[in-house]
Structures are given as structure tokens and as C-alpha cells.
């Protein structure tokens, strides 16, 4: 008994000082990605001020006393979007959090290299179960710096889908262990808790990456249905997915039934099929840039290079996929993965045109290369599984890390990068400190494409926040005093005293999920026909007007989906919490349970 637990406190120990490893090259391979940053300054991708300003006006918001905001203030020159409630918050609180310890300037780098730590250890954690040590390290580099992330960092500042990048080797894992095609490491509704919190978390960082991790699962899924010959793997899927789903619900259901009333048809339009997006569609003499290339070009090269180098990879990693005893598992996740490399490389030519037009939501990805977030995976296992493999590694290392490096220069070199302009403090000082706001997002436009289109070509050039509109037959507006007592994103209260009754513009756009008071009765807002500006009609005398963005029942509904959702998984974890401690424990002596073989262990050995 005593070397038992001699035996299971020094698996701990090497666990421990394993993980600690991990940790360390994951850092190591942030700091790599950010070295550019330190370097150049910050660089001015597709998404830059669209994240930058999300993050400002969040922690802005903080300082009112909102802790979960669901209306932008500053979108728009300050009328506002609901952008807060459409587009999934954990990559928005945490760009908005890491702005309290350090400048806006910094938010960027630390957030990528926030993303990419975990990104890293989310890959650690899929690796070590198949490779060495060694190998699981070295995936953890190839992942964490793969081609595509960088082009979401360097050209396309996709904070949001780099977040869920980071994510989704662990969905890739729960389903292969909820499925049975590999070996759990815990119990089946232990392992449909992870997977749920693993889908949630993707799903909540960003909407394309949820699709592509909902049709990876279930793609897993299926293929484990067909192996065993079982409708369990499922079974399982479904349960697992169905949670993740729920745990998200407080964002699901305001999604679904509030998009009525944004202008999701620009985002999206009906049949819509990426034609311009797939693997070179932009001929190189339309693109109008004789002296550089577009973006499809750079990524669809990008896209051939991971393929290849996967492809390769994978047919020299395939004598152990044919090995029996530990390498078992191996064989198992080496199949998977090249089914998920197939299924990406035809998701990216065109005859894959079919599945945006008839599988469900799977045009919400919008751009076919979004799927290299996939590929990613198997192009970093099956790398570091060669590496692992051949006589002469340090060769193979070095030449692998030199291709990385080639990769990650040209990226770089591809960016837009700004070295002596603090553009962060610019930003600030616009829309917070002068009053001024900025540009929203189109879809977010609430009233609709007609409204939005007017808004953006006669872009107001003064924005009070509230103003008295001059009479129907154009006559000069009414003389009345205005008070403000209170502004906030989700409240402003004002005194509107006059002799006669006035019309009110606020600097607001029209939601339904507003509602107004005048002198403590309910009113409907009138809509402003230019576009779409909320007008109240305010009697003579002194009028209190209150306007409050109120919890919907969509809103409620989701929260309650949540809540419960979150009351199964509570109750699932404690219930085999205490399942463990009544089998871990018995009277009168302490009895360690050896933890689970780890094959990288022994390969690394």
C-alpha cells in the first residue's frame, strides 16, 4: 500500500512538472507572436476598431455601475446598437478587463497573448494523450503559432475567433472521448459536462467558430456512430451538445428572437453561398492591386500550405496508425483528424456549395478559410507526431521552426501596422472624452437596411443629446429648458419644462427593448423618418422622462435556461464528486486511487 502511494504521489509529481512545462513553452510561443507588437507598435487589421471600441465602451459602462452591458452607448456617434446582446460576450469582458491592467495601448498584445497561452495548453491537453512528452510540447508550439492564427492576429485582429481558436482542441477532445473512440478519463456524464463547457465557452467567444465546432462534434460524432454500429456515440453527442446549449441559453434566445429587429439581412443575405471566398476566387488582375496581393490570395496560400504540410505529415505518421496496444488511441485520433482534414479541404473549393445552401446555419461561418481553424489542429499534431517519430528530431525541430518563422515574417510583412500613432488614445479621446462617438457595425442597426443607408450617408454632424424638433409646418422649435439628471447606457432621465408642447429628440435610436416614461406613464416613442431616432411627444409644464432598457422576456427566458442548465451541471459534478469520495475513502484509512495511464508518459520515457 505505501508504495502504492509512493507510486501515485510521484505520477502527480511528474504530471505536475509536465503541465508546468507546457505552461512555459505556451508562454514562450505567446511572447513569439508578440514580439512584432513590441517591435512595430500595433497593427490595424479587418476587426481592429470594431473589437477595440467594443472594449472601451464595456469598461466604460463598468464605471456607470452595468456589469453585464447589452446596449453600445457609443456606437453610431453615440445613438447606440444593441451590439452587446448579438455579438457573444467573453471576448468583449475580457479585452474590457485587461484594459484595467494595462493601458488601451497594450490591451491588443495582452490579449493575444492571453488567447494564445491557452491556446496552447488547450493543444497540450489533446496532445499528451496521444504523443511523448516531447511531441505533446511540440504540438503545443505548432498550434499555438499556426498560419491561421496568425493571419487572425496580424491581418485580421479577430480577437473574438482567436479566443474560440484557443477553445477548440478541447471541444475536439470531449467528443472523442464522449463518443467512445477513445478512452475516458473520467465518467460519461463527467465528460458531457466538459464538452458542454468547452462548446459553451466557443460558442459565447465567437458565432462562426460555434458553427464549425457544432458540425466537428457531430461530424465525430457520426463517424463513431458508424465504427461501433451503435446509436449511442449520438446519443451521448446530442446530451453533451444539447447542455453546452443550454449553459448558453442567456444568449441564445435573445439572438434568436430580437435579430427581428436589427438589420441581420446585410450580414447575411438570403441563399447566401461564398462564391468570392473560396480557395482563389478573386483572380489576381480584378483585384486592382497590381503591386500586391488580396486577401483570398494570402489566405488560400496559407490554406495550401497547411493542407500540404498536413497531408505530408499525415502519411508519415501512418505505420504507427496501424500499431495495436497503446498506440491504440493513436490509430483512433489519427483517423479522426484526417476525416476532419478532409472535410476542410472540400469545405474550401467550390463544389462544397451545397452544404451552404441546405445544412442549417452553416452559412453563418460566412467565409469558407474560416474552417483552417480545424485544420489547424491536425496540421499541429500530425507535425509534431513526425517530429517525434524520425532518428534525427532535432533536424526535423529545427526545420520545423524555421518554416514557422518563414510563415510568421511573411504574415507579418503583410500587416498594416501603425509605430508612432497611439491610435487607442485617439479612439478614446473621441468617443468618451469629446462626446463623439463612432461608427457602428451595419447589422446591428436597428430598424432595418433602409434606415441605415440614410443614417451612414447623412452621418449627424451634431449630436446633442436631446434637442427640441421644430413644429410640423417648419416653424421654429418651442423655447423649453432641458435638464439632464441622468445618462447612462441603459438610463437617462431628464426635466423637459416648456409652455407649450414640444417635441424631444434623444440622441437614441429606437429598440424595443427601450421603454419610456413621461410623467411616470408608459409611452411609445415615435420614429424620426430620417433614421429612425427616438422622438417623444412631451406635454406643456414641467415633464419627467425617464427611458430604461428594459429585461425583455426573451431575456429572462434565457437566463432561466441558463440558470438550469447550470443546476445540471452543478448537480452532475457534485453528485460523482461524492460517487469519488465515498470510493476514494473508507473508515479508518485513506486509499489513493492510482491516476489514469498516460501513454505519452512511457513514450517519453
Known sequence: MLDEDYANQADGSRNARHWLQAAGISAATALFVAVPFLRLGNVIGHDFAFHLTSWMDVAQQWKQGIVFPRWAEWANGGFGEPRFLFYPPLSWTLGAALSLVAPWKDVPVVFIAVAQVLAGLSMYAVARRFLSQAGALLATVFYAANPYVLLDIYLRSAFA?????????????????????????????????????????????????????????????????????????????ATGLALGFGLAGFYFLPVLYEQRWINTAILLPAEYIPKKHFLYAQPYWETGLPKTVTFNWIVSSVAVLMKLVTAITAFATRPRSRGEGQDRDFRTVWRVLLLLGG???????????????????????????????????????????????????WVWTAAGFVALAATATYIVHCGMWISKIDVTKGMHQEFIEEDGGFIGAAEYFPGGEDYHSWFTSHFPTSRPRVQVLPGETGEEPAKAQIQIEKWTAEERDLLVTSQEPVQVALRLLNYPAWQTEVNGKLTAPERSSPFNQMVLSVPPGQSAIRVKFKRTADRLAGSVLSAGSTFIVATILLTCWLRERKTVWHPGRQILARPAHNPGDSAAA
Open 161 to 237: 475567433e482567436e479566443l474560440a481558436c484557443a477553445l477548440m482542441p478541447l471541444v475536439v477532445l470531449a467528443a472523442l472521448e464522449l463518443s467512445g473512440l477513445v478512452e475516458r478519463r473520467r465518467s460519461k456524464s463527467q465528460t458531457a459536462v466538459f464538452l458542454a463547457l468547452v462548446f459553451a465557452a466557443v460558442w459565447l467567444s465567437n458565432v462562426p467558430a460555434g458553427v464549425i465546432a457544432t458540425y466537428s462534434a457531430a461530424l465525430i460524432f457520426a463517424w463513431a456512430a458508424l465504427r461501433r454500429r451503435s446509436l449511442q456515440p449520438l446519443w451521448n453527442g
Open 343 to 393: 472535410a476542410v479541404a472540400f469545405i474550401l473549393v467550390p463544389p462544397s456549395w451545397i452544404l451552404w445552401k441546405y445544412l442549417p446555419k452553416f452559412a453563418y461561418v460566412q467565409f469558407p478559410w474560416r474552417w483552417l481553424s480545424i485544420l489547424a489542429l491536425a496540421y499541429a499534431f500530425y507535425l509534431a507526431a513526425t517530429i517525434e517519430q524520425r532518428r534525427y528530431r
